[in-house]
Structures are given as structure tokens and as C-alpha cells.
């Protein structure tokens, strides 16, 4: 089974072509995976029936059993098994039909091991994802959804070790981020793993409100103290006394507001509206914000000394984009919840929909993967969310990058001969005599091509992987 801390994998690969077959494993084993190799779909099978493979790497033509066959073969015995289908510039439509019939991708021939590396290494990512999914213990009955975060990025478990530091302590924190990194998500962990985890939690959105309602929904009022103010009202900094008070959007809250803060985070006591006396509090402080307080502070948007009052620990959260690896885990858990949630049996996510997942920029961060797998899981068809289930604008963005690889796939004349003339070397075992004569060229013609192609400089392991192409 892959592991991505150790990088192994066992991998399978399929072709009736030796010499493909060779180089294939050669790369593959140089990346520290386990492989098996075929060079029929008979034995490939035979192969599978004794063990489970984590991906198959196949060619789609052989004789009797071929690629499709392999596939739903892998398919019916181990769901999760990443089949790679390797095809000829001429039968690139059969293999886009694989990847409707579930392969995790297809790779043209001729192609460079770089491109073998990172399909691999992809497949074999997901596999694991897909496995660590159903190991998943998410709260995802209650409605509340609990405070876990999901996440195997490095960056984000530093972070959350941080956080777990801080948080038996009752020290003031600022979280900064983009809108839909999951900050409150991060404030109500820190709540839960402190000593006030059995009292109050309460989230407030600064930016939600004007400043009057937002005066009173946190300080409360005294009777009369306004017009329609009949009787006394605590705010919610005393209905969380003894708990967290987590304030997101700070940077909304107007400068008269910042004052009214800095007494209660200084002085620990709070003053209703109306009111003369004060009466104690004891909460501990989360702040949030999209914004860069310093510059507010600079701007004289935001008041110096409650700056520095909030930002005793601050912790940044990343983008989504900057931690792609766990788009597949959040996209399966999202996934989980909300087929749960609406009694729907979708259970998986087609590969090329995964794709189109990883590929997106995600403008509004998790929340909007959220909001893309929920929409997915309504109007997903049977088990499956495919590119059918997914927003307009993500299936035009996955359509423009597919474009955009394809055509730095399609190679140059000069490039083909080169490939070609690589392959036939290959295959004559560095024979340059047998090599000319098979190109109908002469040795002079073809000592000048190896010169400008700069392959008698190529050692061994190439940049190349030189297979045959049977279309």
C-alpha cells in the first residue's frame, strides 16, 4: 500500500513490448515503488488475482486481453486501483473513452519520464487519499461539525501544533488568512483543547453588523438606556463569561468600538449601554481577519495598542491553493458529509471530475470546495460525481488547462525524430550500423543526427523513455 511519508507503492506494469516494459520499471523502482511486471494482459491478470495493486500502468492495444479489459478487470476487484492507460497518438480517442470508463489517466507515447514521475506519483496520492477517507472520524450527524481539522499539509500541521500550544493558556490570538481558510474552525479548536472547553463559545461577525447593533449585541443595555429599551439586556461578552469569545472581521469594527474592546481585553470588564458601574468578565480573545492590521494600523484604520492587546500569538492560515495535497481529503470528507447529511449514496468522485478539483484556483478557499462538492452531491447521478455534477465555471477552467497541456504535449517534427530515432537505437542495442540501416540512412547521416540531438551525450537513464508506438 503507498505511504507518502515513505513513498513506496506497488505498482503493475503491463505491455507487450519488453523494451517498454524495462524502461517503465527501471523509473518506477528508481522512485522507490514496488513493481511487477507483464507482457500480456492474460499474465497482467493472473497478476491481479494474487495481488492488489495500488496502480496498474497498462498499454491500451495488446493482443487477446488489452488495457479496457485490464481496467475493468482492476475495477471489479479493487475500486480504489489507479489505472494509468499508455496509447498512441492514434488511439488518444479510445483512450479518452478509458477515462470516461474510469482510468485515472493516459499517457501518449512518445513520452518523457518526467511525465511518469508525476502521473505515478498522482495516482498513487490518490489511492491513499481515497483509503484515508473511509478511516475518517468526522462529527458529521451533530450539525455542528465539530472542531477537527483536516489537513496532511506541512505547513498546516505546524500551524495546528502551534495552536495546540497556545491554547491551555488563556493568551489573546490573531488569526489572519483569506475569506474561507477556516478561521473560526482554528478558534473553536483552540477553545476546545483549553481549559474553558466546557463553557461558552461564541463567534461574532464585526463586519455584519452597524456599529450601534453591534454595541449592543456585545455590551448589552440598561433599561431606558435607548428608545425601545424596555427592559435590561446583557451583551454577549457576559453571556460568555468563563468561555471564548472568538470577534471575526476585527478589522470591520469602527475606532469608537475599538475603544469600547480595549477596555474589556485590558481592564477585563465590560459596561452595558446606559449603564454607570461596570461588571467583571473573564473571557479568553480569538480575533479574525482577511485584512493586514498592519497596514490598518498605519492607516489609522485600526487603534496601535488594541493591535498589539490582539496579536500576542498570531497564527496565518494558508490558501487553499497553497496546500493543493489536501484538496482530495477535504473533497472525500465534504463528500461524506453531505451524502450523509441528505441521505444521498455518493460515495466517489471520477477522476477526471478529481482533476478538474486540482487543477481549480479556489478564489474563495474551502468554503468554496465545500460549496462545490454539496452542489455535486445533489446533482450527482447514481454513486458518482463527475464533471456533469460540477459548476460551470470549474468545468470551463478544466477544459482551458487540458487545452493548454495537450498542446505541450503535441511535439515537433524534429522532436519525433529524435524519439524515433532513440527507439530504434534502443532496440538495436546501441548498433549504429543496424540502427542507419533501419532509419535508410547512412552511418555519416546518422553520426550527425545523434551530434545534433545531443543523444550520444545521454547516459543511460535518460530524460527519455523510449517505447514503441503501436497505432
Known amino acids: ?39 500480456t494482459g492474460i499474465g497482467a491478470i493472473e497478476a ?23 481496467l475493468e478487470r482492476a475495477k471489479a476487484a479493487s475500486p480504489d486501483t489507479a489505472v494509468i492507460l499508455i496509447t498512441g497518438y492514434a488511439t488518444l480517442n479510445s483512450a479518452v473513452n478509458a477515462m470516461k470508463s474510469g482510468a485515472f489517466h493516459y499517457i501518449a507515447k512518445p513520452f518523457r519520464l518526467d511525465e511518469v514521475r508525476e502521473v505515478v506519483r498522482n495516482a498513487l496520492q ?5 483509503r484515508e477517507n473511509r478511516q475518517l472520524k468526522s462529527q458529521l450527524t451533530t450539525g455542528q461539525g465539530g472542531s477537527a481539522i483536516i489537513t496532511q499539509d506541512a505547513v498546516m500541521r505546524r500551524l495546528l501544533e502551534m495552536a495546540q500550544q497556545v491554547a491551555p493558556t488563556d493568551t489573546n490570538v490573531l488569526i489572519t488568512g483569506e475569506s474561507g481558510t477556516g478561521k473560526e474552525l482554528l478558534a473553536r479548536l483552540i477553545h476546545d483543547q483549553s481549559s474553558r472547553k ?35 439586556r446583557i451583551g454577549l461578552i457576559e453571556a460568555t463569561d468563563g468561555g471564548t469569545l472568538f470577534l471575526d472581521e476585527i478589522a470591520e469594527m469602527s475606532l469608537r468600538m475599538q475603544v469600547k474592546l480595549l477596555r474589556v481585553v485590558q481592564e477585563r470588564e465590560v459596561q452595558r449601554l446606559g449603564a454607570i458601574k461596570t461588571n467583571p468578565v473573564d473571557i479568553r480573545l480569538i480575533a ?39 484538496i482530495p481529503l477535504l473533497a472525500y470528507h465534504f463528500l461524506q458529509k453531505h451524502a450523509l447529511r441528505m441521505g444521498r449514496a455518493v460515495d466517489d468522485i471520477d477522476p477526471a471530475a478529481m482533476i478538474a478539483l486540482l487543477d481549480y484556483h479556489y478564489p474563495g478557499n474551502i468554503r468554496e470546495l465545500e460549496n ?100
Open 372 to 471: 462545490i462538492i454539496e452542489r455535486g452531491v445533489v446533482l450527482a447521478r447514481e454513486n458518482l460525481l463527475t464533471m456533469a455534477s460540477l459548476p460551470a465555471t470549474l468545468s470551463e477552467h478544466a477544459v482551458h488547462i487540458v487545452r493548454e497541456k495537450a498542446g505541450r504535449r503535441l511535439p515537433t517534427l524534429v522532436e519525433r525524430e529524435a524519439d524515433y530515432i532513440r527507439y530504434v537505437l534502443a532496440s538495436c542495442g546501441d548498433n549504429r550500423t543496424r540502427t542507419a540501416k533501419i532509419l535508410g540512412i547512412d552511418r555519416v547521416s546518422l553520426w550527425r543526427k545523434l551530434k545534433r540531438y545531443g543523444i550520444d551525450e545521454e547516459h543511460a537513464d535518460s530524460d527519455y523513455l523510449h517505447s514503441g508506438n503501436k497505432s
Open 126 to 130: 490518490m489511492v491513499q487519499l481515497k
Open 288 to 326: 479574525a481577519t482577511h485584512q493586514d492590521l498592519r497596514e490598518a494600523v498605519e492607516a489609522g484604520r485600526f487603534r496601535q495598542d488594541l493591535y498589539y492587546r490582539l496579536d500576542v500569538v498570531g497564527l496565518r492560515l494558508p490558501s487553499l491553493a497553497q496546500r493543493r495535497g489536501d
Open 48 to 70: 491481479m488475482e494474487l495481488n492488489r495493486f495500488d496502480v496498474i500502468l497498462s498499454d491500451l492495444r495488446m493482443e487477446q486481453v488489452d488495457g479496457m479489459a485490464i
Open 198 to 232: 466546557d463553557k461558552t463559545f461564541q463567534a461574532v461577525n464585526c463586519g455584519a453588523l452597524q456599529e450601534e447593533l453591534l454595541a449592543n449585541e456585545l455590551f448589552g443595555h440598561e433599561k431606558g438606556a435607548y428608545t425601545g429599551a424596555n427592559e435590561s
Open 1 to 39: 500500500m503507498f505511504d507518502l511519508r515513505t513513498g513506496t507503492g506497488s505498482i503493475l506494469i503491463v505491455d507487450d513490448e519488453a523494451t517498454a516494459v524495462e524502461n517503465l520499471a527501471h523509473v518506477c523502482r528508481k522512485e522507490g515503488y514496488e513493481v511487477t511486471t507483464r507482457t
